[in-house]
């Protein structure tokens, strides 16, 4: 492996994949060159889904896999002298080998040395002759030598050769790694098999065939041909890392990788097979450590498929499908049950190519967001790819197109020459076995056991002692638990946080606190826990597990829970199972007598020792427990006491054999479970949480009965631990349990390391003794000597709510006051007394920042007068995204005016713009913000929204809640509002926490490339949030072509977001800056993209410092509010903002008194302190100090006890690279986009375009074309507007495969024809114009059964139509919000989040149809009467159709669709209207229905409804 | 967290009060008491904002939004436990209290204040009322004596606070009952005396004991106090009133303010005829702060022919000027009880003679002055003659009457004749503290029990070293 090494933030295990990846195979296992040859052109037409890094002509990677060509390796060892055996009786080991000649020579002599021991035999080595005349620099840089091992088969069957070649390679790769033989890391083995060989390399597809010579021999044939093509965000490509592995090639992510592997390597000692010719702990990493996500997976399928599982049933297990549903066939679950104890779910989006030679398939994973399209050709191909229309296919050749569903599996078996479908395959594998009656026999569940009670609560003074001892403040009881239990749900804050990273806060915060949430942006989305919930599991089970060889009833001995939270009754329940017979429990306590120097790190270390004992002596369940609390022994943090527990365990190897619960008084917001369980626990009983509600309740301060405050408490807590999973793009705690997906900052490496290990820290810190001084604080409050000096100290908390008492706040008091003040009058002397409080408490111990001094000896300082002035500093400054919607018009448009008369730039938010302010004022102010965001549910996103902006920022995260969508209550969401998001006024709006159309990097480039051809000039960027990972990701983007990347802290604000989120989700943009600035340095990246920073920013200290750190520009959202007025109530969320800004209440909005000139004077005086700052460093422009981080130094005058142990080295570690490397940007990159379709239509559009009459146009297309209709539509909304021209102005006849995007912003006037297909997003944001698919003329195959078009077509659509000829994938309509539609079948998730318009579905619709529509009306055809269970009825109701009027409409969309695809199902159904209308499924949003009944008593009775659908729907027929 | 939406559905109202004709007759509360049911909405107003600047603003850092959101639910019990928790007075405060919390409320940026210092009131009286005011256990005892001189708002936050720690507290008072200005120098009108005993003999059940009518200073003396005890408290309060030093000031019928207000308290808590009473006089009081008003007030109430309050300085704006903007202190117009009773105000008169008949004061002549770049410039033409027959002085003090202390312990004073203290209140001389008014010159009652209760902090770490 060959990643560059940990250096400064950067994390080597941080690297992701994402790709196209497809195949190309004969049913019947024909070989031919056709196929190989077949295989390669459909990678060369995924080019645009791979990637190049700052060297264009090395690209991520690209490969291909093949059967082993036996003509050609027969003819090859002739010519050689070797004496080949007969076909199969010899395998290939495709080798990257060391271009140093000694290593080289040491490598294979081991290799050949490792052969003979294993009993096989050494044919030959061959050399692969390659061409490296055309690859690019960097590749040819790491160039290995390839050559070929050919091995003959001795003394084993056929079957066992496979599994003797693996222990070769396996044995021959350790080896060469502990004697370091290679110490360049390029030693690698592509492949080692009998049966398949891979050649790939770190190249372009293109370069592929040139690059291998022996891709182009006529004796290379194949029935089976895998291709990948990478995009890594990965920034440091390796020759090893390109696809495809030994049997997959991955489009995908895997999220749980490192609880997978941890797992795995806790199973040590369980795993046991005969197969593997003796002790498998020669093998051992199972799970090579550095390899990419999919390397690792591939290594563990490997292993599976050797153990004796076959591929389809290996694949099942490592990706089950959603299985806890009610719709699933019995014997299936009982399979998938079984399965679940003796693995986990490698969790993550996937699409997977896999094969063994002779079976070639592919899978999805459960929530499908991969694409992959197929066809079956009338000849016997199989053409599989993530994208459609990647081999040319003559329509009459065509037997079958279709895509793959989530977690369903397509197989092609060689041998048999069969095609089998999902349910085929799997219902065999599931019926092989008994699993049901295994499951019966082996599994208990909870009501099996006999109810033991549970200790008595604690009540009054006894209960406070414990809340103190364990650390709890009134707010705990106040604001987080008493809403928990009064209504089951997490409560929602708003605003950002201010107060300290934990290890700079004095109040002995809890350990949970050093830990900061991790989650998905970019290469992975998260998953909607919300409207998809049918993927999300909280099944958990406990016990010991099985060996993953094996498969015998035995393996599933456990213990179902009734979910990971315990209450005490159950946990009672679970003690009470001692000595029955059945499981093992037993109690660890987890408390220390807090006396003598390092207290805690003894009894920890005894309390793992007492760990291992207990497993020793047949213990199956450890339940670690705090109760024993008291006045001499005080708690063990609990998250330190389960990981070190756990940790110690797999250490040990043992860690399988044993459940861990925990019972723990700590632990009681969502953060503290999701730690627990994220660190080994499989189950949490917050036994003081639940005293504490029930206390609560007892006295009133809880409405609800004590049980139903318990009931409330456990699903709050359920529903956030979702939310947590589901954020990192996890579905089922199975596979979150011990995932580690957490970062901390402040913990010494040597903690983390010991018993936190694999967990990113790297901003070092305290270690055990200072916890242990920490847990001896909070145990004195509750326990200590009552010191008469606390008695008036409220434990009040304040974390929430600034409390002079509490934890300190960045706003408070002073210095919101002094702000305002300084602002509102201009005063420079004011303002720097503002900036002094506020860089006070930065320095006082409030963000890392306030940690460092500006280095300034090394540089004279210039004068003043020199710097450059602060009008043209403050074009750098932005404003925060802040959604019209989540403020006040009058606040919103006060910050554009004012970042307008700056030349800086404000940023609309997610919510659309009114087009009026895309006009100047009369005085010449401009109300437009020239950052319009793209955001998950784009509200308003029209054509003519994107071309009035100067910069275009996709939205993927949001400091506040990264991972979560937004939420715009719906007493929020006025007329006003409702209209220019293209919704209903009083309907909650939900934003998606994906972007329907961004799965992946390659998807994200994708959109790059959409909104950067409607608006050719604007700057495309990218806001991502601060993670520890965030580097690789800025890099990813910056190759997908953006031109800014913004990276936000976690103490940006929002509108709206559980309180756990703002406090425990992401982190400081001191890390991410610094990591994104590093890892595009060394990437040669960064001269390309303009970095900005946000989330925090107070003052110009900070806003230097960010320069320093490497910021071209800053985001300042909070400060700039609080200038116009906001003095931080934080009641953004109740609508009841007194200052008027975060509010649409018309009586408040009254009270906002801010102007343009408030906010000119505070960037501008913000300006002025930074020219003071700049000027004392010695630079006259901030160019100069962009970059320059050895400028930065820890201070050195830091006394306090916890802050003086911080290590700040890798935060300020100089990035290292290459000579001339730029530091900052220069000129900010475009998406190319000149090989745009459009290009030409808008040549041919010309008189429309200028007024003149319509025009048709004829044109051939395919996949490669993306996006057509965009730029078209971009020039039209620029000079019409967003009402744009005539219906069919521009008719555009397309014949082909149309490139993903098809329509995307179509304007109106425009319609776009297509005869063919087309692939993902068809018609996204359509804004007025038409689409109509349909299948080519000559076609054999009927249309209605048969794709059309791929996934999330229709997403945030605005207006228009759009006639499908053809199924369309999942999501179809998603976030739907005015455009008509006309389909002949949808895949699951249809018309999600819709908000408007019409959609007809002809056909079968796939499950969760309508999952929080709130808008808009869906017409099913329901030939087969099964809608009513795959309709998402939380917010819609079912009728049938019987308004005269409304059977007209419905009529007359069939009508058009026959009219336009003369589609032949529309005919039909015409032709029987009378009988077929009862068939006819009306999908009405229940709140829509309230508000249009609410509405029609105010409008004129006669038409109202139509007029209604027509307002809300735009659409054109009304 | 009160009803998000409580203060646009409901506006501010503030107790009400009893009719002037009749609140002129008597010296009892002119307030009265609050409905709960408008107790709960005045509270639900509360916005529980996310920077509480009322909790902020109140020098007691009082948790205003948590007792707000209790009143709100009616857990008038909860709603006293976070009051007690910072304020060990808070029916002193909810009656006399200027309420820098109102000022700096946020409501009071575009709206009106949330209604605290009556909610405070309200809290207190009905915890009085219910019975949740009982001797509080204290710590165990230290064995520590303390002395703490003067029985005023700090000298009482001292006391109450060192006793709770443990230690054995001995209040000073000069005066023939404990409580200072709390007792004599506040008109009954504003803080009942019955409120007084009511804390006074809670204070002695927890173990606080009172010496009366000592003087410290001559007997005992400083110094043989000090060597008594192992701390001493001076809390003696800013008694040394500022001089008018004008021609005629020797004259009779001139009076103090303190003099005066203690008169007058005397004589309602007996029942006998003040001193010195304004019954048919022209009274002027000079001097337009909170003692003048308290002045005026009682002037009335005694039968006077006419009160006029005389301000040196100009009038204040009516509304906040743009370099004192919110949430700082107001420097405004603001009418008092005692000003709605009736009386007239002249601002920004300077006395410039006293004129006498006989020896006894007739007439007050003054000169009108207004302010140029903050310097005091006479207006010419327009000089006054303003009949008087008493004339009141409040014009506020300079200081502690520190002389013995200085003299005999030799604690040193500061620039404005202050007793000097450093950050932990602790004085020159070792074991010798001092807080409210004597340290910081006169000053608000919550600051004194704020400082009683702050210096109580420090002097307990002292003496538990």
Redesign the interface.
């Known amino acids: 492996m060959s990643f560059p090494p940990r250096h400064g933030l950067y994390e080597p295990s941080t690297e992701h994949d994402a790709c196209g990846t497809g195949f190309v195979a004969h049913l019947r296992g024909e070989k031919s060159r056709a196929i190989v040859e077949q295989a390669l052109e459909v990678l060369h037409r995924m080019k645009h889904r791979g990637a190049a890094g700052a060297d264009p002509e090395t690209g991520d990677g690209a490969g291909i896999l093949l059967q082993v060509p036996h003509r050609f390796f027969k003819r090859e060892g002739q010519r050689l002298g070797l004496e080949m055996p007969r076909r199969r009786h010899y395998g290939v080991a495709q080798c990257f080998l060391p271009a140093d000649e000694g290593a080289r020579k040491a490598c294979q002599s081991l290799l050949e040395a490792v052969v003979e021991e294993e009993g096989q035999r050494v044919l030959g080595w061959r050399d692969v002759p390659v061409d490296a005349s055309a690859i690019g620099t960097v590749a040819r840089t790491t160039l290995p030598v390839m050559r070929q091992l050919l091995i003959a088969r001795r003394r084993v069957v056929p079957s066992a050769f496979e599994r003797k070649l693996f222990v070769i390679r396996k044995v021959a790769e350790n080896r060469i790694r502990e004697k370091g033989l290679d110490p360049s890391g390029r030693f690698h083995v592509a492949s080692c098999s009998a049966e398949t060989i891979v050649y790939k390399g770190l190249l372009l597809p293109k370069q592929l065939v040139g690059f291998y010579p022996d891709l182009s021999d006529p004796d290379l044939v194949s029935a089976i041909a895998v291709v990948h093509s990478r995009f890594s965000t990965n920034t440091f490509p390796t020759w090893d890392l390109a696809q495809p592995f030994r049997y997959i090639a991955h489009n995908g992510e895997i999220n749980t990788l490192q609880g997978n592997r941890n797992w795995m390597s806790s199973r040590r000692s369980l795993l046991q097979s005969a197969k593997f010719f003796g002790s498998l702990d020669r093998l051992q990493p199972f799970i090579v450590p550095g390899g990419s996500d999919s390397a690792q997976f591939d290594n563990m399928l490997e292993l599976l498929v050797l153990g004796g599982r076959s591929l389809p049933h290996a694949m099942m297990m490592m990706i089950p499908e959603a299985w806890n549903v009610a719709q699933m066939d019995e014997q299936r679950r009982a399979f998938y049950r079984y399965s679940s104890s003796l693995m986990e779910p490698w969790d993550g989006p996937a699409a997977i190519v896999f094969t063994d030679g002779s079976l070639v398939g592919a899978t999805l994973d459960r929530n499908g967001l991969r694409p992959a399209r197929y066809v079956v050709t009338e000849d016997d191909r199989v053409i599989l790819a993530s994208e459609s229309g990647v081999l040319d296919v003559p329509p009459a050749q065509v037997k079958k197109k279709g895509r793959l569903q989530p977690g369903r599996m397509f197989l092609v078996d060689t041998q048999e020459g069969r095609l089998l479908e999902d349910d085929e395959v799997k219902d065999e594998i599931a019926r092989r076995w008994p699993y049901q009656k295994w499951l019966e026999r082996n599994v208990s569940t909870f009501d099996e056991l006999a109810d033991v009670p549970a200790p008595p609560p604690l009540e009054g003074e006894a209960l406070s002692r414990a809340q103190r001892a364990f650390g709890w403040t ?1 707010e705990d009881l106040r604001l987080l638990l008493t809403p928990m239990a009064d209504t089951g749900k997490e409560p929602v804050g708003s ?1 950002g946080n201010d107060a300290p990273l934990a290890v700079l806060s004095d109040r002995a915060p809890s350990l949970f606190d050093y830990f900061h949430q991790l989650f998905a942006q970019v290469t992975n989305p998260p998953i909607d826990s919300l409207r998809e919930s049918l993927v999300m599991s909280l099944g958990t089970s406990l016990g010991p597990d099985g060996n993953t060889f094996e498969e015998t009833p035995e393996q599933c001995h456990q213990l179902t829970l009734p979910g990971p939270i315990l209450t005490n009754a159950q946990l009672a329940r679970v003690l009470g199972m001692k000595n029955q017979g059945l499981f093992e429990p037993r109690v660890l306590d987890t408390v220390y007598e807090p006396q003598g120097p390092h207290a805690l790190e003894r009894a920890v270390d005894r309390l793992c020792d007492l760990a291992v004992e207990a497993v020793d002596q047949g213990a199956d369940v450890l339940v670690l427990s705090d109760r024993a609390t008291g006045e001499k022994r005080a708690p063990m943090p609990a998250l330190l006491a389960l990981s070190a527990v756990h940790q110690r365990l797999v250490r040990d190897g043992i860690r399988r054999h044993t459940g861990l619960v925990m019972e723990t008084a700590e632990a009681r917001e969502v953060h503290h479970f999701a730690a627990l369980i994220g660190y080994g626990a499989a189950a949490v009983n917050p036994w003081l949480a639940l005293d504490s509600v029930q206390a609560l309740s007892q006295s ?2 809880v409405q609800v009965d004590t049980e139903t405050a318990e009931v409330n408490l456990v699903h709050a807590i359920n529903e956030g631990l979702l939310k947590v999973m589901s954020k990192m793009g996890i579905s089922t705690v199975q596979s979150y349990r011990g995932a580690q997906i957490f970062e901390a900052v402040g913990l010494s490496r040597a903690l983390v390391d010991r018993h936190f290990a694999g967990t990113p820290s790297r901003v070092g810190g305290i270690g055990l003794d200072e916890l242990d001084r920490e847990a001896k604080e909070r145990h004195a409050r509750g326990f200590g000597v ?1 010191r ?2 606390e ?2 100290v ?1 434990v ?1 908390g304040g974390v ?6 509490g934890e300190r ?1 960045a ?3 002073g210095t ?2 002094a702000l ?2 300084a602002t ?2 201009d005063d420079a002397r004011r303002f720097a007394e503002y900036e002094a409080l506020a860089d006070q408490e930065s320095r006082e111990l409030g963000t890392l920042r306030g940690l460092l001094d500006f280095e300034l000896a090394s540089r004279a300082p210039v004068p003043l007068t020199e710097v450059e002035p602060a009008s043209v500093l403050a074009k750098r400054f932005a404003t925060g995204a802040m959604s019209f919607g989540s403020i006040s018009a009058e606040a919103h448009e006060t910050l554009a005016i004012a970042m307008n008369r700056l030349g800086a730039r404000s940023n609309s938010g997610e919510g659309g713009e009114e087009p009026r302010r895309f006009v100047p004022d009369e005085n010449g102010d401009l109300r437009r913000s020239a950052i319009k965001q793209v955001a998950s549910a784009r509200f308003g996103v029209t054509c003519e929204y994107l071309v009035n902006a100067d910069e275009l920022q996709i939205k993927i995260a949001q400091g506040a809640k990264p991972g979560e969508g937004g939420q715009l209550p719906g007493h929020k969401v006025d007329d006003r509002i409702a209209k220019v998001r293209w919704s209903t006024p009083g309907v909650t709006l939900i934003s998606p926490p994906p972007h329907h159309d961004i799965y992946s990097i390659e998807d994200l480039a994708q959109l790059i490339y959409d909104l950067q051809s409607v608006h050719p000039t604007a700057r495309v960027s990218v806001k991502l949030v601060s993670e520890v990972g965030i580097g690789t990701i800025a890099a990813g983007v910056a190759k997908a072509g953006a031109g800014g990347v913004t990276v936000s802290g976690y103490e940006g604000g929002t509108g709206a977001s559980p309180l756990s989120s703002i406090k425990h989700a992401g982190l400081p943009w001191e890390l991410g800056l610094a990591e994104a600035q590093q890892v595009l340095v060394q990437n040669g990246l960064r001269d390309r993209v303009r970095l900005q920073v946000d989330g925090g920013l107070r003052t110009s200290r900070d806003v230097v410092t960010a320069a320093l750190f490497g910021a071209d520009e800053f985001g300042v959202a909070t400060a700039a509010l609080v200038s116009t007025g906001c ?5 953004c969320h ?1 609508n ?1 903002c ?2 008027g800004i975060a509010t649409q ?1 018309p ?2 909005r009254k ?1 906002f ?1 801010g102007t343009p000139e408030q906010v000119v004077a505070f960037f501008l005086q913000l300006a002025e302190g930074v020219r003071r700052h700049l000027a004392a460093l010695g630079y006259r422009s901030l160019d100069e100090a962009v970059g320059q981080v050895q400028r930065l130094v820890a201070r050195t005058d830091v006394a306090h006890w916890k802050a003086k142990k911080i290590d700040l080295s890798g935060l300020l570690a100089t990035p290292r690279g290459a000579e001339g490397t730029g530091l900052r940007c220069t000129t900010p990159q475009k998406k190319d986009v000149s090989d745009h379709l459009d290009h030409e239509l808008i040549r041919r559009a010309a008189g429309p375009l200028s007024g003149g009459g319509p025009v048709t146009i004829c044109l051939p297309v395919n996949n490669a074309n993306r996006t057509v209709g965009a730029m078209l539509s971009g020039e039209v909304a620029r000079r019409f507007g967003g009402t744009g021209l005539p219906d069919d102005s521009i008719r555009v006849q397309l014949r082909g495969t149309a490139g993903q995007g098809f329509g995307a912003f179509l304007a109106k006037g425009v319609t776009l024809e297509l005869e063919g297909d087309a692939n993902d997003s068809v018609g996204k944001g359509l804004s007025g114009g038409r689409l109509v698919l349909k299948p080519p003329v000559g076609a054999r195959y009927a249309a209605e059964e048969n794709v059309i078009l791929g996934n999330v077509a229709l997403y945030g659509a605005t207006a228009g139509e759009a006639f499908f000829s053809g199924l369309a994938g999942e999501r179809f309509a998603v976030r739907n919000s005015g455009a008509t539609a006309v389909v002949e079948g949808v895949g699951d998730h249809g018309c999600e989040y819709m908000t408007g318009g019409v959609v007809v579905v002809l056909g079968p619709t796939g499950r969760n149809f309508a999952a929080g529509m709130s808008g808009g009306v869906a017409y099913v055809f329901d030939r087969q009467r099964k809608f009513k269970k795959l309709v998402n009825p939380e917010m819609v109701e079912l009728e049938s159709l019987v308004d005269e009027s409304e059977i007209w409409l419905v009529y007359g969309l069939v009508e058009s669709h026959l009219r336009h695809t003369n589609s032949a199902l529309a005919k039909r159904i015409l032709d029987n209207w009378e009988h077929l209308v009862g068939q006819f499924v009306k999908v009405m949003p229940t709140d829509f229905k309230r508000v249009l009944t609410a509405r029609r008593a105010t409008l004129r009775p006669p038409s109202a409804r139509l007029a209604a659908t027509g307002t809300t729907g735009g659409t054109d027929r009304g | 967290m009160g009803k ?2 409580g ?2 559905d409901w506006d501010r109202r503030a107790p009400e009060k009893r009719p002037k004709s009749e609140r002129l007759k008597d010296s009892r509360e002119i307030e009265l008491a609050v409905e709960p049911m408008e107790q709960s909405q005045q509270a639900g107003r509360c ?7 009322c ?3 109140c020098p007691l ?1 009082n ?1 205003i ?2 007792f707000n959101h209790a009143v709100y639910k009616g ?1 008038w019990k909860d709603a006293w436990q976070a009051l007690s ?2 304020n060990d007075f808070p029916e002193f405060t909810g009656r006399i209290c200027p309420a820098p919390c109102e000022a ?1 409320c ?2 009071a ?3 009106d204040a949330v209604t605290i210092e009556a909610l405070e009131k309200g809290i207190a009286e009905r915890a009085f009322a219910e019975g949740w005011v009982q001797p509080r256990a204290t ?2 005892r ?1 064995g520590k004596k303390v002395a703490v001189v003067g029985s005023g708002p700090g000298g009482l936050g001292a006391a109450s ?1 060192l006793n ?3 230690h054995d507290v001995t209040v000073f008072e000069r005066d023939d009952r404990p409580g200072g200005l709390l007792r004599y120098g506040i008109p009954d009108f504003k803080l009942e005396r019955q409120v007084l005993e009511r804390r006074l003999a809670v204070l002695e059940r927890e173990g606080v004991r009172f010496r009366c009518g000592v003087d410290v200073g001559r007997a005992p003396t400083w110094t043989e106090l000090k060597a008594t005890h192992d701390a001493v408290v001076v809390a003696i309060g800013s008694r040394r009133p500022r001089e008018l030093e004008v021609p005629g000031r020797e004259l009779q019928g001139v009076v103090r303010a303190l003099d005066y207000l203690e008169a007058s308290n005397r004589a309602v808590a007996t029942g006998e005829a003040p001193r010195v009473s304004a019954k048919n006089l022209q009274v002027v009081v000079l001097g337009g702060g909170d003692t003048g008003s308290d002045c005026l007030g009682t002037a009335l109430r005694q039968g006077a022919a006419s009160v006029t309050q005389v301000e040196l300085l100009p009038a204040p704006p009516r509304a906040r000027g ?2 004192n ?4 202190w107001p420097m405004v117009m603001r009418t008092s009880t005692s000003h709605e009773e009736g009386g007239t105000r002249l601002f920004g008169r300077k006395t410039t003679a006293l004129v006498g008949e006989g020896g006894r004061l007739a007439a007050l002549e003054s000169v009108g002055v207004r302010l140029d770049d903050a310097r005091m410039v006479e207006v010419t033409g327009s000089a006054q003659r303003l009949p008087v027959d008493l004339l009141i002085l409040a014009m506020g003090f300079v200081g502690p009457d520190a002389s013995a202390l200085t003299g005999q312990l030799g604690v040193t004073l500061d620039g404005r004749g202050n007793v000097k203290v450093d950050g932990r209140f602790a004085t020159s001389v070792p074991g010798v503290w001092a807080v409210g008014d004597a340290r910081k010159g006169a000053s608000l009652v919550v600051w004194a029990i704020a400082d009683g ?1 702050d210096a109580a ?1 420090a002097i ?2 002292a003496l ?1 070293g």
Not at chain 1, 1127 to 1131: F, Y
């Open positions: 009134d605003m009133g301060l009552r008469a000096a008695l008036d409220p009040v929430y709510l600034w409390r002079r008492e706040h706003w408070n008091p919101l006051a305002q003040d509102r009058r003095v931080m109530l934080r009641k109740q009841t007194s200052t209440d009586r408040l009270s008194t | 998000p939406s203060f646009i916005m529980d904002c996310g920077v509480p600047f909790h902020q603003g850092g948790l939004p948590d857990r928790l910072t700096s946020v409501l940026l575009n709206r710590a165990a230290s606070r709770l720690l443990g743009a370099t903007p919110w949430p700082e209760r902090k307990d770490a538990r």
